[in-house]
């Protein structure tokens, strides 16, 4: 779709997989800690939209990450749901953090509309049997998939 990505994660088979499809560059979180300036150097001084998923724990990475200007959207919390942020330096970079829930009805079917319009094909790890959802939550708790976790009902 033309942007750049970026991408982060912790398992190096997963960056592998991330490569193969696409992104244009990969960090090993674990490997390079501040990741969030290597991103910004990826990035030729920033980039313009962080995808936040891992919440207090990671969000100072990923202002550092962004751009003045830029735009952080908080859909997650694995590190937790409270702690510090990096409020100064938010200011100083002039940054829109916006946190984001699953959204309306409305918004589902448009999203639908648009990956079927735009003929997108997400990433599919595993489908589960609906008798199956204790082992699906126990599987997405383990940190093992890479992609959508389906539930068949």
């Given at each position: 779709?033309?942007?750049?990505?970026?991408?982060?994660?912790?398992?190096?088979?997963?960056?592998?997989?991330?490569?193969?499809?696409?992104?244009?560059?990969?960090?090993?979180?674990?490997?390079?800690?501040?990741?969030?300036?290597?991103?910004?150097?990826?990035?030729?001084?920033?980039?313009?939209?962080?995808?936040?998923?891992?919440?207090?724990?990671?969000?100072?990475?990923?202002?550092?990450?962004?751009?003045?200007?830029?735009?952080?959207?908080?859909?997650?919390?694995?590190?937790?749901?409270?702690?510090?942020?990096?409020?100064?330096?938010?200011?100083?970079?002039?940054?829109?953090?916006?946190?984001?829930?699953?959204?309306?009805?409305?918004?589902?079917?448009?999203?639908?509309?648009?990956?079927?319009?735009?003929?997108?094909?997400?990433?599919?790890?595993?489908?589960?049997?609906?008798?199956?959802?204790?082992?699906?939550?126990?599987?997405?708790?383990?940190?093992?998939?890479?992609?959508?976790?389906?539930?068949?009902i």
């Amino acid at each position: 779709m033309g942007a750049k990505v970026i991408a982060t994660s912790s398992s190096e088979e997963k960056l592998e997989r991330l490569r193969q499809l696409g992104a244009d560059h990969v960090i090993n979180y674990r490997s390079i800690l501040e990741w969030g300036r290597a991103a910004r150097e990826f990035s030729g001084g920033g980039v313009d939209h962080v995808v936040e998923v891992g919440g207090p724990g990671t969000l100072a990475q990923s202002v550092m990450a962004t751009r003045t200007g830029g735009h952080i959207a908080l859909i997650g919390v694995l590190t937790g749901t409270e702690g510090a942020v990096p409020t100064a330096t938010l200011m100083r970079k002039q940054i829109r953090l916006q946190g984001l829930t699953v959204g309306t009805r409305r918004q589902q079917i448009e999203m639908v509309r648009a990956i079927a319009a735009n003929d997108l094909r997400p990433v599919i790890d595993r489908h589960f049997p609906l008798d199956g959802l204790a082992d699906a939550f126990r599987y997405h708790e383990s940190g093992a998939h890479f992609g959508k976790i389906v539930i068949e009902i």
